[in-house]
């Protein structure tokens, strides 16, 4: 009966690498990931409006549930609620000048468009009417978008 050669079944062939040698390669495939920009500038700058969003909506919480005089008295709330909802303004004014290079990035300004229109429309949930609307702010950032996919296939 021929004997089985059992000593060390776990050990690694000579042609393959150490561990050592493959943590090395880990780390420096995880460094170059790590340093490349963003795919699309338009996901940051949606992701920093989502926390703005948040802030506003966590602070709007608070006030719901704890009442003003928790927070400080009417006034100071007040202020705070409005530097939040500034904040959150402002970065809706960057995502909607950010142009997408990537599809994904299209897709996701026009889900955040939807979103933000329907954010804005009337209580009822229609649009908004009147000459200063949300489409005025919308409709360039879109056109852009648009401008950058055709532009970017034809180069």
């Given at each position: 009966?021929?004997?089985?050669?059992?000593?060390?079944?776990?050990?690694?062939?000579?042609?393959?690498?150490?561990?050592?040698?493959?943590?090395?390669?880990?780390?420096?495939?995880?460094?170059?990931?790590?340093?490349?920009?963003?795919a699309d500038p338009v996901f940051p700058v949606i992701a920093r409006y989502q926390a703005a969003r948040d802030a506003w909506d966590a602070y709007s919480d608070r006030i719901r549930d704890e009442g003003w005089d928790a927070l400080g008295g009417i006034v100071l709330a007040s202020e705070v609620e409005?530097?939040?909802?500034?904040?959150?303004?402002?970065?809706?004014?960057?995502?909607?000048?950010?142009?997408?290079?990537?599809?994904?990035?299209?897709?996701?300004?026009?889900?955040?468009?939807?979103?933000?229109?329907?954010?804005?429309?009337?209580?009822?949930?229609?649009?908004?009417?009147?000459?200063?609307?949300?489409?005025?702010?919308?409709?360039?950032?879109?056109?852009?978008?648009?401008?950058?996919?055709?532009?970017?296939?034809?180069?």
């Amino acid at each position: 009966m021929p004997s089985l050669k059992l000593s060390n079944p776990f050990r690694r062939g000579t042609d393959r690498p150490s561990l050592k040698e493959r943590a090395a390669t880990l780390r420096a495939t995880a460094s170059r990931a790590m340093s490349r920009k963003p795919a699309d500038p338009v996901f940051p700058v949606i992701a920093r409006y989502q926390a703005a969003r948040d802030a506003w909506d966590a602070y709007s919480d608070r006030i719901r549930d704890e009442g003003w005089d928790a927070l400080g008295g009417i006034v100071l709330a007040s202020e705070v609620e409005g530097r939040l909802g500034n904040a959150w303004s402002d970065i809706s004014a960057k995502v909607l000048g950010t142009v997408p290079t990537t599809e994904a990035g299209r897709l996701a300004l026009a889900a955040f468009v939807e979103t933000w229109v329907a954010d804005h429309g009337n209580a009822d949930g229609s649009p908004q009417d009147g000459s200063e609307t949300v489409f005025a702010e919308v409709y360039p950032a879109l056109l852009k978008a648009l401008r950058a996919s055709v532009n970017g296939k034809a180069a």
